[in-house]
């Protein structure tokens, strides 16, 4: 049996923040306001899982409410993700990404975050794809307000 999931995060883009992306830091003037590192793409992976396993979301699992989560390395939430697929019996196939953001340029962090990620997931670094893309200067990402990423993951059983 094979199901696909989707996901889809967005962050607010603050000075004085931290900027991860796949679990990698990304230097930069600003990062993701969030309740915990805000990693956008790590949050966007998480929810195709969860689809995928009909398993709900990453906020019905980790609601922002829950003061244990504030601050929480993204890593966190994709492990115990991880878990709880593979308590189902869930195998990562593969998961393919686009990250939206128009400054910084990502092209040269894909590599390691997928080298990151693929290390969380226990998975082959050729099973996750990360694309980075701009909006062509239009909109809240144009602006340089926010960043969104997206994810559909195939799982098997």
């Known amino acids: ?37 805000a990693d956008v793409l790590i949050h966007a992976i998480c929810d195709a899982l969860l689809g995928a396993a009909n398993m709900r979301d990453i ?32 195998k990562i196939e593969n998961i393919d990404t686009t990250v939206v953001i128009q400054q910084p340029k990502l092209s040269s962090y894909i590599l390691s975050m997928q080298e990151h990620l693929a290390s969380v997931l226990q998975i082959d670094t050729n099973c996750i794809s990360i694309k980075a893309k701009t909006s062509e200067k239009i909109g809240f990402i144009g602006r340089k307000e926010g960043i969104s990423a997206h994810a559909i993951a195939l799982l098997s059983k």
């Open 1 to 37: 049996m094979f199901r696909v999931g989707f996901g889809f995060d967005t962050h607010k883009l603050m000075s004085e923040k931290k900027l991860m992306i796949g679990g990698i830091h990304i230097p930069c003037d600003y990062g993701c306001e969030g309740h915990s590192d």
């Open 59 to 90: 906020g019905y699992h980790f609601p922002d409410t829950d003061m244990q989560y504030t601050d929480k390395k993204s890593d966190f939430f994709l492990k115990e993700v991880c878990k709880l697929i593979a308590k189902e019996k869930w």
